[in-house]
Each structure stands twice: as structure tokens, then as C-alpha cells.
């Protein structure tokens, strides 16, 4: 199970930091990424980062703006994100995988996601 929080209201330029919360299955053993589905638009992939926190890679819309990383300890995700704009209003979904990537047929999508919304 993987459980979204930390979404919420802000206005651009601001920031937000969303969590991940896995339980169920051993945290290392996943590559972990995020997604994010705007109004009337397909899911799209954001970051992904790799088991030990060590690989990173971005989509490049947030490149610059958004951090993601990990926990290990504490079996929970992270993603910073700084200088948010309107156009990064969506659903934001956390998923994991067992190959490192960026396509979303690798991943395992379990859980609601959180909601951002960037006022202007």
C-alpha cells in the first residue's frame, strides 16, 4: 500500500512538500517514482528515484524545481517542490517498481494520490 499526502492549495511560486508512505513490502527492494494526472489530461511520469537514493532523474517540466528522495528508515517518499507554477496542478500519484525507469508500465500503482493545485 502506498499512501499520498501533503498536497494542498498554493499560490505559484510557492512550495510544497508531498509524502509517500509504503507498507506492505520491503521499501529497498523498489524503485520509487511520482506521477501526476491533471484535469483532462493522461498521467504523466514526474521523478523516480532509485533504491538507495544514490540515481534520480526528472521529467523535464520540474527539472530544477522538484527534489525527490527517499527514506529508507522510515519506508517513506519525498518530493520537494519549489517554485510550483499553475501548470503543475494535478493529481500527484507515488508508485513503485522493481526496474529502474520512467515508464509507467513498470510501475505499481496502489493508493490515492494527492491533490496540488497552483493558483496564479
Known amino acids: 500500500q502506498l499512501q499520498a499526502s501533503g498536497g494542498g492549495l498554493v499560490q505559484a511560486g510557492g512550495s510544497l512538500r508531498l509524502s509517500c508512505a509504503a507498507s506492505g513490502r520491503t521499501f529497498t527492494n523498489y524503485v520509487m517514482g511520482w506521477f501526476r494526472q491533471a484535469p483532462g489530461k493522461e498521467r504523466e511520469f514526474v521523478a523516480v528515484i532509485n533504491w538507495s537514493g544514490v540515481s534520480t532523474a526528472y521529467a523535464d517540466s520540474v527539472k530544477g524545481r522538484f527534489t525527490i528522495s527517499r527514506d529508507n528508515a522510515k519506508n517513506t517518499l519525498y518530493l520537494q517542490m519549489n517554485n510550483l507554477e499553475p501548470e503543475d496542478t494535478a493529481v500527484y500519484y507515488c508508485?513503485?517498481?522493481?526496474?529502474?525507469?520512467?515508464?509507467?508500465?513498470?510501475?505499481?500503482?496502489r493508493g490515492q494520490g494527492t491533490l496540488v493545485t497552483v493558483s496564479s
Open positions: 508508485a513503485a517498481a522493481l526496474t529502474y525507469g520512467r515508464r509507467q508500465e513498470l510501475f505499481d500503482f
